[in-house]
């Protein structure tokens, strides 16, 4: 017969640290992907040699392992710059760099993958810059950028099991906490997986959806 120590408040505890896991997750994207969109925009519009700076700073985010920029970043900001913030804070600050560094790839390429003839035909037409990217650039890179902002999107979701290292008590931490407590790792784990299976699928199938739905039109 089936016998664990696990009790409704344990659930509660792994609810918590589910909820801090959606809450990071859902600011790091959504400022992550503001940046990577301005980011994007800006690399694109000015050219490769005058948004070297800026590609350089990206691909350090890029480049070196979230870990790693987590323990760099709190180290940096708590005993160089001696300015006390909580973990919660440098973990947004990271990740929402993280995901702006990868955005903006994937804006730039959204954008370079409309047709040239498509922008001079509507310049031509007398449509100011900002009515070419809002009628004409934006839905038609929106399409190309989807897939891949998705998948970036679930990707900071799981990678933000990491920000335990700034003390941070996300799912994947919770879970390590009752491991050590209950020594039930394959139900601990389970139940997790399963938790992080119901915060990302949905998100999967509306990406889904909405790629069905665009390539029929």
């Known amino acids: 017969m089936f016998d664990t120590a696990l009790t409704a408040a344990d659930f509660v505890f792994l609810a918590k640290g589910a909820g801090v896991t959606i809450i990071v997750t859902l600011i790091s994207v959504l400022a992550g992907t503001i940046l990577g969109i301005l980011f994007g925009v800006f690399r694109y519009q000015v050219g490769a040699i005058w948004a070297a700076p800026l590609t350089f700073v990206l691909d350090i985010f890029r480049s070196i392992p979230l870990l790693i920029q987590l323990v760099l970043a709190n180290a940096f900001i708590g005993t160089i710059l001696q300015i006390r913030i909580s973990g919660f804070t440098v973990a947004c600050i990271v990740l929402s760099m993280y995901t702006a560094a990868f955005c903006s790839e994937i804006v ?34 929106t399409r190309v950028a989807l897939p891949s902002w998705i998948g970036l999107a679930l990707g900071v979701m799981k990678d933000s099991a990491l920000v335990y290292v700034v003390q941070v008590t996300e799912l994947l931490k919770s879970t390590q906490i009752l491991i050590t407590r209950l020594q039930e790792p394959l139900l601990l784990l389970l139940i997790c997986g399963a938790f992080y299976f119901v915060i990302s699928f949905p998100l999967a199938r509306f990406g889904g959806y909405l790629e069905k739905r665009w390539s029929n039109d």
């Open 108 to 141: 730039r390429g959204g954008i370079e993958a409309v047709p040239a003839t498509t922008r001079r035909a509507a310049r031509s037409l007398g449509m100011t810059w900002g009515q070419d990217m809002r009628e004409i650039v934006l839905p038609l890179a």
